[in-house]
């Protein structure tokens, strides 16, 4: 079993900037892709961005490009979500998932609020 336990959420106002942290914890470690995912009330939960662990190569949705930095840390087993210029827009639960190779979900986090205020 692997544990998530996301950090870094909060209230910010619009323009502002806020960094997730997911740390990953349990039996040995392994995963293919790690990402953040990310739920308004009365919404889906959507792919926000991931990143493969290995090679470090992320993936972005269409509305975070050139906003939103996903990186990691191998020896933290921590994945972390950079978020700049937050718009209202933004205002989610935002949820981190370790995939497998084929982009199943095996794992979820608790979730964090973001809350973007204009």
């Known amino acids: 079993q692997v544990q998530l336990v996301e950090s870094g959420g909060g209230s910010v106002q619009a323009g502002g900037s806020l960094r997730l942290s997911c740390a990953a914890s349990?039996?040995?470690?392994?995963?293919?892709?790690m990402a953040w995912f990310r739920q308004a009330p009365g919404k889906n939960r959507d792919l926000v961005a991931r990143?493969?662990?290995?090679?470090?190569?992320?993936y972005y949705a269409n509305f975070v490009k050139g906003r939103f930095t996903i990186s990691r840390d191998n020896a933290k087993n921590t994945v972390y979500l950079q978020m700049n210029s937050l718009k209202p827009e933004d205002t989610a639960v935002y949820y981190c998932?370790?995939?497998?190779?084929?982009?199943?979900?095996?794992?979820w986090g608790q979730g964090t609020q973001v809350t973007v205020s204009s």
């Open positions: 998932a370790v995939l497998s190779e084929r982009l199943t979900i095996d794992y």
């Open positions: 349990g039996r040995t470690f392994s995963s293919s892709y």
């Open positions: 990143i493969n662990w290995s090679s470090g190569i992320p």
